[in-house]
């Protein structure tokens, strides 16, 4: 779900794919070597595992699962089954936060909401890539076509719903509906933080989400214009199968678990393993997680996206981390003595 608009160019992708298989380093650990690795809620991190596993592929995922799904002791199990194994590419760690956005909104149009989230196009399926967001958005190729899911009230939220690629809406009789991605214009992604950043209004590190929209806000022509930076569009489904009290979907579409889910790199790291985190900084997280999903932007076996939940003091608190640290992935045991057997090759 995160990050569904930061895709690289294929030539840059292709160039640091290439770069990292020749610097991937498998280091094998000791679950004494996890900083208070005790201290965790170890059946809560099982309950988590148990939500996606049932989706891996290989028998030995597959039997650890079924295995997991009898309920066992907790951290026993994964002390038994599982070895900590760190892969690095001689790129420091980077955490980043990301939440589920929640927006007022209404089924219908009127004074206040104004701002439609589209449903796809099928021209937009067809052709890559189609219409910029400027295009899209100041013409009428989205008129009369009963596109709208809904109309929301803010368009600096629904510009940075369309960044999280996930949300709720929430509408003036207090239901809530909810939002997934469903595909984009095929136009790159250019961040409007960076754009912020070059033309000197702000340091990169003050380019908060929080900071920019409150910059958008206060100069509306111009940040209508700053929006427009970004020609990258994307369109969105309704998900109504999940729950109101349940996460949104992630990249294995399952719920995914505030706290408890990270995303990741799949070239590096199985959706649906174990990951054990260390993050430092400003409040340092030490907890056992479960990559459920993925985004353009997490590129790298050291590079995660920690889900935080829904609504504004999630965005908070995903919006300010940024931080170091390390993520060691739990592998089953033979795949993991694999990994180091493949590297000594």
Not at 103 to 109: D, E, I, M, V
Not at 217 to 234: D, F, I, K, M, T
Not at 300 to 318: H, K, L, V
Request: hydrophobic content about 40%; aromatic content about 8%.
């Amino acid at each position: 779900m995160t990050g569904a608009l930061r895709a690289p160019s294929m030539l840059a992708a292709l160039c640091s794919a290439t770069i990292a298989a020749a610097e991937i380093r498998h280091e094998m650990l000791d679950f004494s070597d996890l900083a208070d690795w005790q201290e965790d809620d170890h059946p809560r991190a099982l309950s988590v595992f148990v939500e996606t596993c049932p989706d891996m592929t290989g028998p030995d995922w597959r039997a650890l699962c079924a295995l997991a799904q009898t309920g066992p002791e907790a951290r026993t199990f994964f002390e038994l089954f599982f070895r900590p194994v760190m892969i690095t590419d001689g790129n420091p760690a980077l955490f980043t936060g990301y939440f589920e956005p929640e927006l007022r909104g209404a089924l219908q149009p009127d004074g206040r909401f104004r701002y439609p989230v589209y449903r796809m196009p099928p021209e937009a399926r067809e052709t890559s890539p189609w219409l910029s967001r400027r295009e899209i958005l100041t013409g009428d190729v989205m008129t009369g076509r009963d596109l709208e899911i809904a109309w929301v009230d803010d368009p600096v939220e629904l510009f940075f719903l369309q960044i999280q690629g996930s949300g709720r809406i929430r509408l003036p009789d207090d239901r809530v509906i909810r939002v997934g991605y469903a595909g984009a214009n095929g136009h790159g992604y250019r961040s409007i933080g960076v754009e912020l950043v070059r033309r000197g209004i702000y340091e990169p590190h003050q380019a908060s989400a929080e900071v920019i929209k409150n910059w958008v806000r206060r100069n509306p022509e111009a940040g209508q214009e700053l929006l427009y930076h970004n020609p990258s569009y994307v369109f969105f489904r309704r998900i109504d199968e999940v729950p109101p009290d349940r996460g949104p979907l992630g990249a294995m579409n399952r719920s995914v678990t505030a706290g408890r889910t990270v995303a990741v790199d799949p070239a590096y790291v199985p959706l649906g393993a174990p990951v054990w985190i260390e993050k430092e900084g400003h409040k340092p997280i030490r907890r056992l997680m479960v990559a459920q999903d993925t985004g353009s932007a997490i590129k790298g076996p050291q590079r995660a996206d920690i889900y935080f939940g829904t609504g504004a003091d999630a965005g908070r608190a995903a919006g300010r981390l940024r931080d170091p640290g390390r993520l060691v992935v739990l592998m089953p045991i033979q795949r993991a003595y694999a990994m180091l057997t493949d590297m000594d090759q």
